[in-house]
């Protein structure tokens, strides 16, 4: 496969082709770093590079400014060729301020670059970033090539004309910085020029504004003879086919409306505002025209219970909500158990216990999932592993709610919600009918029994309001529901011992039957004699994959399955783990999935953890998988 | 095609599950005002829903023959509000207790209200939990003694009606289960509103909180403690018709002898009044069932139903921007080729 790039007349003949690189830009909350970041990730998506995208941001809105606790960053890695992280460390920092510089440098790697806007560097700035010495003055930024530009007086100068208040001018820095890194890296001009011309039409004097920012970035980079040379990093030699770059929760999005569309079913969406989990309510208001519902509830229990209410009435009814909310539905989900009605629950997972880390990414949600209910309560578990596969397990997960009239939990995380990542687009008339028939006459005689079971799937059937002679009540309390081989299904209320035992059996096996009807374990063993088997579950699985090239890049082997359905566990999967000497877990938590899997096969699972916030490097994975291996 | 007309009665609105309250609670004779109020209402039973929370007056929806959930407490108005969003078409009411609404409840109560989604919410108010064997309500009275509350109950009670009407409901309205025409007569017209209508039943625990309401309702007092509201009409009861409501100085609504104000100087009663003080004012004439105390429509007034609303947003948008391409909107932004 070969790309065809498209020769600039322009390109500087100096330029030097870099197969990949991490870039970081950072900032104050309040300096545009997002959103620059975004552009940025935007340009070299459609420009046709590989990427992966980790932005990290206070959950204050505006954390005092120029403070450590207010450093807002976005980091992108691009590449010429397939990536699957946004980076261990970055090749770049791009630092407005003392507090940015300072609270990303660690996570710098001698002999890589800063591009400090020097500008932010008086007594003030630094004594709010609780520096008492100047890190521009003496030698302690002496391993790295440092590069100082005043962002904010050549941004200022450059709008000075153009009657914008020089509070205003000052914050088009952001775009300064972005024209800058443009420049370095060879990217096209014209979409960003376009973007800002859309984005501020409405305010020309900020238009303008950063418009002639952007430009001065870019002619700074060009002129200034700072810097050497430009680099460029070509397109990516992907998969061949359409694209468009997509963070995960719009990929969640596209799947619940594509999942709505297959089973030709309303979609009703109550959830209550929660980071990370909004996007998605907000996306999905946007829909109207697709006929969908959505409702901003007044709290997490009502939106999970308005969704239970659409259910009954014969929608594809879905809430959305992040670790705190999920902790206040459990007695809702539980409820959709025993009624038995389709309704799928997302849970974008974010830093715990409590509040914890809103913003920033964990696992540490399985537990909650799988157990998190009173009484024997349980239900599938689908998880996403890339931002752009969230799209399937969302399709996925309505799938089997509907099929098998149960609540089934969808777990993604902050990482994948905000990550960004090319996107294979799906062919939509490829994905398969998940339609359903709703019941239209009684089964059972002149009476219609709400719990007379498929003997297949175990699902009862779905009679919704307004059909006549099938008038039903159900509820939460236990009831002769088993309906199975001439078996009660009336639904009535039934406090027998012996009933309530075989109900919560058969809700058991309702759900591990599931087992059958899910794929086998996605196994990665190129050789099938690797030693070592890392096992893994949702967004670690880049993390674990950049580490096992690595470790294979020695002639080392070893293996990575990857678990799409945490519950049931795919049929295979005790077979897999039996066939390895050592397995490895890595989750952002204190070993769940590691508990589960020794709990259910006997097997000696080692788990490794790490609860910082962000996701692992690909060295951390690859250190740990080496000393496995002795 | 002609549609078959048929006649229904009570016993088409009859689960025949076998109703599980306790022998003389006064939840018996609400169901059977509502199993003989529904014939006459012109609704077909597979378009009606009853969805509950629980406590005793929670089972309710079992002992229907139409749709019914019975929920988990306190969030049937968040249930029904999923039923009326997702289909504008089904008549559905909704059944709770004091406990089950106002307290565990409160939230989705005030909140179905504020947005005006179509229910039609019935509180069996008994003034105490009956469900988990007698403990005080958020509508018990100060210094009730209960098991939770040995000394005396030192919580202020809501005042339902003025929860409703201060969560800006369209609807209010309130009757006892010792009369079925009164009962039958309410829920006809909260059946009747478009929007959210709260209606609250005084109801007897006869277990737990025996006579709660006997100084209004007994027959021989009744005559001089309900005050019953009519629209257009001066308020005016006793039983040789000789008291009366009247406005204060303040503004504030008292009872009155009428030979004091004459049938002039009497309130007389708007349902309609856009304004709902007047409403509120009236909702606490009686603080509790021991003093003159209004029953029927408090207020009764049109605002723009919820789930109306969102289907004209949608339909608003379709007709703007045609029906939804999803292929569409998933390559709506950059994308590139990979050859």
Same mark, same amino acid.
């Given at each position: 496969?070969?790309? *065809? ?7 500087? =003949? ?7 690189? &991490?870039?970081?830009? =950072?900032? *104050? ?12 990730? %935007?340009?070299?998506? #459609? ?9 990290? @941001? ?10 450590? =606790? ?97 509070? *205003? ?27 800002? %011309? ?9 238009? #303008? ?14 002129? #200034? ?166 799209? *399937? =397990? ?25 990550? #960004? ?73 039934? @406090? ?76 295979? /999967?005790?077979? &897999? ?24 096969? /006997? ?28 | ?7 229904? $009665? ?42 509950? +929370? ?13 749709? +019914? ?62 469900? $988990?064997?007698?403990?005080? !309500? ?36 309130? $009757? ?46 009744? +005559? ?14 006793? !039983? ?94 950059? $994308?590139?080729?990979?050859?």
């Amino acid at each position: 496969m070969t790309i *065809d790039t498209p020769v600039d007349p322009n390109r500087d =003949a100096r330029t030097e082709t870099l197969d990949r690189v &991490v870039i970081r830009f =950072a900032g *104050d909350s309040g300096d545009g770093m997002q959103l620059v970041g975004d552009r940025f990730t %935007e340009l070299s998506a #459609a420009f046709g590079n590989d990427l992966a995208t980790l932005p990290n @941001y206070p959950a204050e809105i505006r954390a005092p400014a120029g403070t450590i =606790a207010g450093v807002s960053s976005f980091q992108v890695h691009i590449s010429d060729h397939d990536i699957v992280t946004p980076g261990d460390a970055p090749n770049v920092l791009i630092a407005m301020n003392p507090a940015a510089l300072i609270a990303n440098l660690n996570d710098m790697v001698p002999g890589t670059t800063l591009i400090i806007n020097s500008d932010s560097f008086e007594q003030r700035d630094l004594d709010k970033a609780g520096l008492t010495t100047n890190p521009l003055e003496g030698n302690s930024l002496a391993a790295f090539n440092v590069y100082t530009v005043p962002m904010t007086s050549i941004t200022v100068g450059a709008t000075k004309d153009l009657g914008v208040k020089p509070r *205003d001018a000052e914050r088009s820095k952001n775009f300064f910085a972005l024209g800058l890194l443009c420049w370095m890296y060879t990217r096209p001009v014209k979409p960003v020029l376009d973007w800002i %011309e859309k984005q501020f039409a409405a305010k020309p004097l900020i238009l #303008a504004a950063n418009t002639a920012a952007f430009k001065a970035g870019r002619n700074f980079g060009e002129t #200034a003879e700072l810097f050497d040379h430009p680099y460029e990093v070509r397109p990516a030699a992907l998969r061949p086919g359409n694209y468009r770059n997509v963070v995960g929760n719009s990929a969640t999005v596209y799947g619940l409306v594509a999942a709505a569309q297959s089973a030709k079913l309303p979609l009703v969406y109550a959830s209550y505002p929660i980071t990370p989990a909004s996007d998605i309510l907000h996306d999905l208001s946007k829909l109207k025209n697709f006929g969908i519902k959505t409702l901003q509830a007044e709290d997490e229990i009502a939106a999970a219970a308005i969704a239970i209410g659409a259910a009954f009435a014969g929608s594809l009814a879905i809430t959305g909500t992040s670790g705190p909310g999920l902790d206040l539905k459990s007695e809702a989900i539980a409820l959709a158990i025993s009624l038995e009605l389709p309704f799928v629950i997302v849970d974008v997972q974010r830093g715990g216990p409590s509040t914890g880390l809103p913003t920033k990414t964990e696992q540490a949600d399985l537990m909650l999932a799988m157990y998190g209910r009173h009484g024997e309560s349980p239900l599938p578990i689908v998880a996403a592993y890339t931002p752009s596969q969230c799209f *399937d =397990a969302a399709f996925e997960a309505c799938r089997l709610a509907i099929k098998y009239r149960t609540p089934v939990m969808l777990l993604t995380d902050g990482y994948l919600a905000n990550g #960004a990542e090319p996107w294979l687009i799906p062919d939509l008339d490829a994905l398969p009918d998940i339609s359903v028939e709703f019941a239209t006459e009684p089964n059972h005689g002149d009476e219609f029994w709400p719990y007379l079971r498929d003997p297949e799937t175990l699902a009862r059937p779905w009679a919704i309001p307004g059909t006549p002679k099938l008038m039903h009540r159900i509820g939460g309390i236990e009831k002769s529901g088993i309906g199975l081989d001439g078996a009660d299904g009336s639904g009535s209320i039934s @406090y027998s011992p012996e009933n309530h035992e075989a109900m919560v059996e058969l809700r058991a096996r309702k759900i591990a039957n599931i087992a059958n009807d899910i794929p086998l374990t996605m196994l990665d063993d190129e050789t099938g004699d690797a030693e070592v088997l890392v096992l893994g579950w949702g967004s670690t699985w880049g993390s674990i994959t950049a580490g096992l090239r690595r470790i294979r890049a020695r002639n080392l082997k070893v293996a990575h399955a990857h678990l799409t359905h945490l519950n049931p566990f795919p049929k295979d /999967l005790g077979d &897999v783990l039996r066939r390895y000497d050592k397995i490895l877990v890595p989750e952002m938590n204190l070993g769940q999935l590691s508990r589960l899997v020794r709990a259910e096969y /006997l097997v000696d699972a080692q788990s490794y953890t790490k609860v910082q916030g962000v996701p692992f490097r690909a060295v951390e994975i690859e250190t740990k998988i080496l000393e496995m291996l002795g | 095609m002609t549609e078959e007309v048929v006649t229904l $009665t009570k016993k088409d609105f009859e689960s025949g599950e076998e109703a599980r309250w306790c022998p003389g609670c006064g939840d018996y004779s609400i169901l059977t005002a509502v199993q003989m109020l529904l014939p006459e209402l012109d609704v077909k039973p597979e378009n009606m829903v009853f969805i509950s +929370g629980i406590g005793c007056a929670a089972r309710f929806p079992y002992y229907m023959r139409t749709y +019914g959930v019975h929920g988990i407490h306190g969030r049937a108005p968040a249930i029904a509000t999923g039923v009326a969003l997702a289909r504008p078409d089904l008549n559905v009411w909704v059944i709770g207790g004091d406990g089950d609404m106002l307290s565990i409840g409160g939230n989705h109560l005030i909140h179905a209200l504020r947005r005006n989604v179509n229910l039609k919410i019935m509180m069996f108010n008994n003034q105490i939990y009956g469900l $988990t064997k007698g403990q005080y !309500s958020p509508t018990s009275e100060i210094g009730k003694v209960t098991k939770s509350t040995p000394f005396g109950s030192i919580d202020y009670p809501f005042n339902p009606l003025s929860v409703a009407l201060g969560a800006e409901a369209t609807f209010v309205a309130r $009757t006892h289960d010792m009369d079925r025409k009164h009962m039958q007569a309410t829920f006809k017209r909260m059946h009747e509103h478009k929007g959210a209508a709260f209606v609250e039943v005084f109801q007897n625990c006869n277990v737990f909180n025996d006579g709660a309401f006997d100084g209004i309702l007994k027959r021989d007092v009744r +005559g001089d403690m309900l005050i019953q509201l009519t629209h257009g009409e001066p308020i005016r009861f006793g !039983s040789e018709g000789q008291l009366g409501v009247a406005v204060n100085e303040f503004g504030e609504p008292r009872v009155v002898e009428v030979s004091a104000v004459g049938v002039e100087g009497l309130l007389v009663h708007d349902e309609h009044r856009a304004d709902p003080t007047l409403a509120f004012a009236l909702s606490r004439l009686a603080n509790s069932p021991t003093m003159p105390t209004p029953v029927g429509v408090f207020r009764d007034v049109q605002r723009p139903i919820y789930e109306v609303e969102v289907q004209a947003q949608l339909a608003a948008t379709l007709e703007r921007n045609g029906p939804g391409d999803l292929a569409k909107i998933i390559a709506s932004g950059a $994308t590139w080729t990979v050859e």
